[in-house]
């Protein structure tokens, strides 16, 4: 079983900056692809970014592309998901996933393992 947890939430002004991460309990974590997906209120949870186990391979929703960069470092079993020129729509809670069905999956249901989310609230 895998155990995530977010971090580095908050609320910041329209375009400003945050850096969320997440932390996995498991021996392995260089082979789970790792997603972020973000739940605006009021509305469905929605695909942000992946990156792959080695790191090498990104995707992003169109809604953040240009702005959001994921990033891991498997050595700290950590995933990284940097967010800059912040708007008010990115308001949302943020979650991180893991797969260990690899690939890059970017929808909820190629997911195996959630964190229990971190609030992001930009303002104005």
């Known amino acids: 079983h895998v155990q995530l947890v977010e971090s580095g939430g908050g609320l910041v002004h329209a375009g400003c900056s945050l850096r969320l991460s997440c932390t996995a309990s498991v021996l392995t974590f260089s082979s789970y692809p790792m997603g972020w997906f973000r739940q605006p209120p009021g509305n469905y949870r929605e695909f942000a970014a992946v990156i792959s186990g080695s790191g090498r391979t990104t995707s992003y929703a169109d809604s953040v592309k240009g702005r959001f960069t994921i990033s891991r470092d498997n050595a700290k079993n950590t995933v990284y998901l940097q967010m800059n020129s912040l708007k008010p729509k990115d308001t949302a809670v943020y979650y991180c996933?893991?797969?260990?069905?690899?690939?890059?999956?970017?929808?909820?249901?190629?997911?195996?393992?959630w964190g229990q989310g971190t609030q992001v609230t930009v303002s104005s």
């Open positions: 996933a893991a797969t260990k069905y690899g690939g890059v999956p970017t929808n909820l249901a190629g997911y195996n393992y």
